[in-house]
């Protein structure tokens, strides 16, 4: 892939140092070639050239000055060389420190959705008052949307009509708008910061990202992906870094499993290997 091949032509510290080794030894061997060559010995002739062809001392030592400006020009590309790795990794760590604070932000969204149910409380006089019966929070609160969703769809005369089950999955996103319209906004803001922003292995953070989400999130962003807001945008996402791939299907009667599967790309699934039966 693109990004793949990027990351393969950029510098590393490593690949530094060892052009730096490089040139102290170039440096080094020319210096102890003059200074033999100074002494008396004939080098060059004892390497098997002719030492009539050969450079005199002073000739020789002169040719110094182009091994020097060779050496400068390497030590000047070294420098930026070196500026490059720094601005990388500064990058990066502006890049982690987003990333984490989005993840932050992410797990305090999730923490403050809450549900209440209430209960009719019949009094002797034939009045009702309602009563909180049941207060959920958190990932608790995805179960029971997501509880609901499967009563509803249950409830269809025709189960595996898409048009149906798109407005009953749109009946409840606008029940619970308030919540899920930010938790998605949220969640589709942190891949797309990967994409956007990571200097390095973007799959690495999608890989953490992913982890975050809880079963009942990942079913609710599947159909979000297929029938709702900002679908569009999302998809894209979902099939680069296979946001899906930890969804945990039932093998028989799965009615959201068979949804997501039949209308979403494989890719949206990431490695998954056990799939639903789809009828």
Not at 61 to 84: E, I, K, N, Q, R
Not at 160 to 173: H, S
Not at 186 to 208: G, M, N, Q, V
């Amino acid at each position: 892939m693109r990004r793949n091949e990027e990351r393969q032509l950029r510098l590393s510290r490593r690949d530094i140092l060892y052009g730096v080794a490089a040139v102290v030894v170039i440096w080094l061997a020319w210096t102890v070639a003059i200074l033999v060559h100074a002494s008396g010995v004939n080098l060059i002739g004892w390497l098997g050239f002719n030492p009539e062809k050969t450079l005199d001392s002073n000739e020789f030592g002169d040719s110094f000055g182009s091994l020097s400006a060779l050496m400068a020009t390497l030590a000047a590309a070294g420098v930026l060389a070196t500026l490059y790795v720094q601005g990388r990794e500064q990058r990066s760590q502006i890049f982690e420190n987003n990333f984490y604070q989005l993840l932050s932000q992410f797990r305090m969204t999730i923490q403050e959705i809450r549900i209440d149910q209430y209960d009719l409380e019949l009094f002797e006089d034939g009045s009702e008052r309602s009563k909180l019966a049941q207060t959920y929070l958190g990932r608790d609160a995805f179960e029971v949307m997501v509880d609901e969703l499967n009563d509803a769809v249950a409830e269809l005369w025709r189960p595996w009509d898409l048009v149906a089950i798109r407005y009953t999955y749109l009946a409840l996103f606008t029940k619970y708008h308030s919540d899920l319209s930010l938790y998605f906004r949220t969640s589709y803001h942190i891949f797309k910061t990967i994409a956007d922003k990571c200097p390095d292995d973007e799959y690495f953070y999608a890989r953490l990202a992913r982890a975050q989400l809880s079963n009942s999130e990942l079913i609710l962003l599947g159909y979000n992906c297929i029938f709702g807001e900002g679908r569009h945008r999302y998809i894209h996402y979902l099939r680069e870094y296979g946001i899906l791939n930890n969804i945990v299907f039932l093998l028989e009667n799965d009615q959201h499993g068979q949804v997501l599967y039949r209308c979403l790309d494989r890719r949206c699934f990431g490695d998954l290997i056990v799939a639903p039966v789809v009828r």
